[in-house]
């Protein structure tokens, strides 16, 4: 067999993802460049992972983790995840990270009829998924056009460190494998492996220590929720102090350890003053509950905050419109925080309408938050 290389930065890129894409989708093996290292891309069935098995001299029976060329592809492998791994997915893919995750078994009864036993049974063994999306152009223009999935683990034979070259990628398989993409001196540009992360109820797991740090990990798996009112200063502070009773709850934490179980709550209001504090109604309502508003201090919404924000709920819909007019780009994270209708503002209506506003933004948090963690 010989083995053809492709120059990725050479004119013909669309005619180098043709021939990428023939050979995956046709069985073949192709080496691709990451941001990390060499992959040996090849179809997720059995009679290709065989093949890259003995390519690699690796023992038939190891995992290899599916490789994608967009982000949300990660959906349609994982329909259901925890809003943590949501974070991650936004803020670090396309990325050096391989995320694992364990689809619930509705999910995986759901995948299994959408795909083909061979598929399934290849990239869901033990009924967990590795998923990695490498921010490299090479490898997401390819991936992004493959018709099967594709796997694609470290360039290298058995014991060998990981090709972070095409020539150590020829070195190691010329004549074993259809095709090397050459992705020049810019590719592989850490040079090391990448981070094997799992998110569960504990927290974040690091399988294998990579490019990323747990450090790094953890900061971009933190789920930043956003409370947004109009002044600051009574629905969005209510929503913010009775969310996060409700996730320390469920943490079995205190409120102000949530940023180190992975949740920052915040609230602002869409014309805000800086520096107002919470309305008086409002702070007599959560001390009813058992809960204090006396430190918090208001914040106008600015475009920044939308941005960094995993997830957004408004009292209104005039709420949701500015927000979008921030960032229109928000708008798959911005939502009424009461799925049933808008939170009225109870201002000037005295203590028994901010009472019953307490009790619609409670109850709305629990419907919102059930499927979050």
């Not at 080496?31 to 065989?50: D, F, H, N, Q, S």
């Not at 991650?88 to 050096?96: F, Q």
């Not at 992004?144 to 150590?168: D, F, L």
């Not at 924000?309 to 927000?323: G, P, Y």
Request: charged residues 25%; aromatic residues 6%; hydrophobic residues 40%.
């Amino acid at each position: 067999m010989k083995t053809e290389v492709y120059q990725w930065n050479g004119p013909e890129q669309e005619a180098i993802v043709r021939a990428a894409v023939k050979v995956l989708d046709g069985g073949g093996v192709a080496a691709i460049p990451t941001e990390t290292v060499y992959g040996l891309a090849c179809r997720a069935e059995p009679e290709a992972i065989r093949r890259l098995d003995a390519v690699k001299a690796r023992t038939e029976g190891k995992r290899y983790s599916l490789h994608i060329g967009y982000p949300e592809d990660v959906y349609r492998y994982v329909p259901q995840m925890p809003l943590r791994v949501h974070a991650l997915v936004r803020k670090g893919l396309p990325g050096p990270i391989t995320l694992v995750c364990q689809p619930n078994e509705a999910n995986l009864a759901e995948l299994r009829q959408k795909l083909n036993d061979k598929v399934f049974n290849v990239l869901y063994e033990n009924g967990s998924i590795g998923i990695r999306c490498p921010n490299e152009e090479a490898a997401l223009a390819v991936l992004s056009q493959t018709v099967c999935p594709i796997v694609a683990p470290s360039a290298n034979p058995s014991g060998m460190a990981p090709a972070t070259s095409a020539r150590q990628v020829l070195e190691y398989f010329d004549g074993q494998i259809e095709m090397v993409v050459d992705g020049g001196p810019q590719a592989c540009r850490y040079q090391q492996s990448s981070t094997v992360v799992r998110i569960s109820d504990a927290g974040v797991e690091i399988l294998r220590e990579g490019v990323l740090t747990r450090t790094a990990v953890e900061e971009l798996a933190t789920a930043r929720i956003l409370f947004v009112c109009t002044g600051n200063t009574c629905r969005s502070p209510m929503a913010e102090v009775l969310a996060a009773n409700y996730l320390s709850k469920k943490m079995s934490c205190n409120i102000d350890e949530l940023p180190a179980f992975g949740y920052k709550i915040e609230s602002f209001g869409v014309s805000a003053y800086d520096g107002c504090r919470a309305s008086e109604e409002a702070c007599k309502v959560l001390r009813k509950k058992g809960l204090s508003l006396d430190r918090h201090s208001s914040r106008l919404l600015r475009r920044r905050d939308v941005q960094e924000a995993d997830l957004i709920f408004v009292m209104s819909r005039h709420h949701q419109d500015a927000v979008l007019e921030l960032d229109n780009e928000a708008a798959d994270r911005v939502f009424l925080l009461d799925p049933n209708g808008e939170v009225s503002d109870p201002i000037g209506f005295g203590e028994s309408q901010y009472q019953a506003c307490a009790t619609q933004i409670e109850q709305a948090i629990e419907k919102r938050f059930k499927d979050l963690l």
